[in-house]
């Protein structure tokens, strides 16, 4: 039972290249979001799915894309990497839109852009 | 719009004294509110959460917090830290359930507990 699992757990990113964080999960959870974390801010939501096939933008979306094609899998692409996405993001899932967010998260990707 | 502040980013305590993490929140609805601790290179775990039933929340490893609707507060606490809790601790809002993962996050507070 892996729960939501994250990869890579460190990237170190040139400016202009672009990456794929990856993100699964095995719970067959519905809703699945994506936050990024910088210091003295918490975490700011980039992008969510409400389920396969279905995504919205959260509060920071600018520079990131997502795809939802199967429940499992949520990843989060940056086309051309800056040094603003240098950050520590994280994956989470829960089962429904309507459940509590008694989220699930995974161990975090820190991405570094130089 | 809803937000969140966490007073003190840092907080040092002493094993066996009282932990007490501030939390205050705007909310143009009744919110929910909730704590979560990171430790270190993990990710995110639910302490506890106020969803608008008792005031006074219990949640795990002996934390609890208190919903102040006058003072607009959720502030956290423990009575007795252990070395186990030096982590980071996030307090955060979501205005409804449905939009519970849409959820604001205050800055976070490391705690320091020590020996």
């Known amino acids: 039972n892996a729960g939501v699992t994250q990869t890579p757990k460190f990237q170190v990113l040139k400016t202009g290249q672009s990456m794929t964080l990856q993100c699964a999960q095995d719970?067959?959870?519905?809703?699945m979001s994506w936050y990024r974390q910088d210091p003295g801010m918490g975490l700011r939501l980039i992008h969510y799915?409400?389920?396969?096939?279905?995504?919205d933008q959260g509060e920071v979306p600018n520079g990131y894309n997502v795809s939802r094609s199967t429940t499992e899998d949520f990843p989060l692409r940056l086309l051309s990497a800056a040094p603003s996405q240098t950050s520590v993001y994280f994956c989470?899932?829960?089962?429904?839109?309507?459940?509590?967010?008694?989220?699930?998260f995974g161990q975090g990707t820190r991405l570094t852009v130089v | 719009a809803q937000s969140v502040t966490q007073l003190g980013s840092h907080v040092s305590v002493s094993e066996g004294a009282l932990v007490l993490l501030r939390c205050n929140y705007s909310?143009?609805?009744?919110?929910?509110l909730f704590w979560y601790v990171q430790y270190p290179n993990q990710g995110l775990q639910l302490l506890l959460k106020?969803?608008?039933?008792?005031?006074l929340v219990k949640g795990i490893n002996g934390f609890e917090a208190e919903f102040k609707k006058s003072e607009t507060s959720f502030h956290l606490t423990k009575p007795s830290a252990h070395m186990s809790d030096a982590a980071e601790y996030f307090c955060?809002?979501?205005?409804?359930?449905?939009?519970?993962?849409?959820?604001?996050f205050g800055g976070g507070t490391r705690v320091l507990v020590k020996p």
């Open positions: 106020y969803t608008s039933a008792a005031t």
């Open positions: 955060a809002v979501s205005e409804n359930k449905a939009a519970g993962n849409k959820l604001t």
């Open positions: 719970m067959n959870h519905e809703y």
């Open positions: 799915s409400v389920g396969a096939g279905i995504t």
């Open positions: 909310s143009s609805v009744p919110p929910y």
């Open positions: 989470a899932s829960k089962l429904t839109t309507g459940s509590w967010p008694e989220a699930f």
